[in-house]
């Protein structure tokens, strides 16, 4: 069904002009978000806060740039300009904390798709020259690079992999889960990673961190979200063998990981990537808005309650607290899937091709979000913790992310699609230069739908260089149609 013809029944942020506009809106919706009418600039703005890790590694503010895949390596999986120029609006961000800048897969059967970068003796010049290029730009930019930390984004994409053709997945899957199996074509009966396949794939983790600790990169991140691989070991409560059923089994793999890599590559930071809670799979309803793809219980939702539709933090707190078993002190926090819930991931106005109309006002999931990461925060002070979810804020993205800050709800501001359209935000909001309306990303969700549709990603509503292309002409037609 296609979604162009629906019209969205919220309100759009922008229309949200003066302070009181905004809290009388929230207040209608029950929408519990706070925020700072007054933004503060300079050394004195919670924006600018520095932080130094346990490991000695500086992080020099409170801006952090999230990882996004962009669909465009070589097939070898090596950068290709377009990645280098996504790299180089990362890096003259003014963010000063690099968080991936994208998922780079550890073995190409586990690619997301087959332009997804590969960690392989064969591209280490390649992202050699990507950690370069991040620090040249971002000196000249802004004088030096102290408190700039780069790492890397390691993934398998699991039940996602598509490593060979754009059209054709090729699912790597821990346990047959009744909705998801089904969703995606595969029989009941499709066979499962074994143990030993699990043992390599942990093996390939380690080598590919110790390559990103060669190349420059000053910390990996073992990615346990979206319903990936490392985010499925979670919720494998139905798999039988040392890596499911019983939590301390579902945890096996990121410490068998940190481990390896405590080993091999000494001094290398570590960072999680989390959905800290999930919910179940949504589809699209009759009037094209999303609902839920099953009935209750549902068990499956790791940090959600068994209705699948509530949050409930308690097995993700017991994951974090073997990761602090573990020494890791940078948590980056996200939810859901933007495979099968979307609208809890990633809140937009207008979903991508193959979502849905968005089932509450998206400022539900940015709340939902903010409100998860300061339960977090509360429980586990010494995390270092990344907050996701903001673009859809728009106008009100500081006023708001400023108030998290100074309330200690997070100690990052994770930003992703807004720095899509808008890379220089961050270094907008550290000077006190009032936000440029023009390339504040609208959640029209075209970086989504592209590469859903065999593109490359990228913000082609709102960014020169990628509105005049020609494949911009074809993503009008996909969404008309
Ligand atoms: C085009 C695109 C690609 C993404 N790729 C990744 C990825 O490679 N790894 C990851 O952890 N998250 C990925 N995400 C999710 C974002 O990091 C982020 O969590 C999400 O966009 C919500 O933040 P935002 O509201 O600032 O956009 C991607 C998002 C987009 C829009
Ligand atoms: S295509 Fe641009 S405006 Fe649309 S969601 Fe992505 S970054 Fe935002």
């Not at 390939?204 to 979206?226: E, M, P, S």
Request: charged share 25%; net charge negative.
């Amino acid at each position: 069904m296609s979604l162009g013809k629906y019209k969205s029944q919220y309100p759009r942020v922008a229309q949200l002009k003066t302070a009181e506009k905004l809290r009388e809106h929230l207040d209608q919706e029950g929408i519990d978000l706070e925020f700072d009418e007054n933004l503060n600039s300079g050394e004195n703005s919670p924006f600018a806060k520095t932080h130094q890790l346990r490991s000695g590694n500086k992080i020099g503010n409170a801006f952090c740039i999230l990882p996004m895949e962009g669909w465009d390596g070589t097939t070898d999986g090596k950068p290709s300009e377009l990645t280098k120029r996504r790299w180089k609006n990362f890096a003259i961000s003014g963010a000063k904390l690099l968080w991936g800048c994208e998922a780079v897969a550890v073995q190409p059967a586990g690619r997301a798709n087959p332009n997804q970068l590969i960690m392989n003796e064969e591209n280490l010049d390649d992202f050699e020259e990507l950690y370069q290029l991040v620090e040249r730009e971002h000196k000249t930019a802004f004088g030096n690079s102290d408190g700039l930390l780069t790492g890397l984004q390691l993934t398998h994409s699991g039940r996602f992999c598509k490593p060979n053709s754009k059209t054709k997945m090729e699912p790597k899957i821990l346990y047959s889960h009744p909705v998801l199996n089904k969703k995606f074509g595969l029989a009941e009966d499709y066979p499962l990673m074994t143990d030993g396949e699990i043992s390599e794939l942990i093996d390939d983790y380690v080598i590919a961190a110790v390559r990103a600790q060669k190349t420059g990169y000053k910390f990996v991140d073992i990615k346990h979200c979206h319903g990936y691989l490392g985010h499925e070991f979670l919720s494998a409560y139905d798999r039988d063998g040392k890596y499911g059923k019983s939590l301390e089994n579902r945890t096996r793999f990121i410490r068998e990981i940190v481990a390896g890599i405590r080993a091999e590559a000494p001094g290398l930071d570590i960072g999680v990537r989390m959905s800290i809670f999930d919910w179940m799979p949504f589809k699209q309803g009759p009037e094209g808005t999303g609902i839920p793809a099953t009935e209750g219980p549902y068990k499956y939702a790791f940090g959600g309650n068994e209705t699948g539709l509530e949050v409930d933090l308690s097995e993700s707190f017991q994951f974090l607290k073997e990761l602090e078993k573990l020494d890791i002190e940078l948590l980056c926090t996200t939810a859901g899937s933007p495979y099968y819930n979307p609208h809890i991931q990633r809140p937009a106005l207008f979903p991508p091709s193959d979502g849905y109309m968005p089932p509450e006002d998206p400022l539900h999931g940015v709340a939902r979000q903010i409100a998860a990461v300061s339960e977090v925060k509360k429980a586990f002070p010494n995390f270092y913790a990344v907050g996701s979810g903001y673009s859809y804020l728009q106008e009100w993205l500081p006023n708001i992310a400023q108030n998290v800050l100074k309330a200690g709800k997070a100690d990052s501001i994770g930003l992703g699609r807004m720095v899509l359209s808008y890379p220089e935000l961050p270094a907008d909001v550290l000077e006190g230069t009032p936000m440029k309306r023009a390339k504040i990303c609208r959640t029209f969700s075209d970086c989504t739908t592209a590469p859903r549709n065999g593109m490359i990603s990228g913000c082609f509503p709102l960014d020169p260089f990628y509105k005049k292309m020609e494949i911009h002409e074809t993503l009008k037609t996909i969404k008309a149609s």
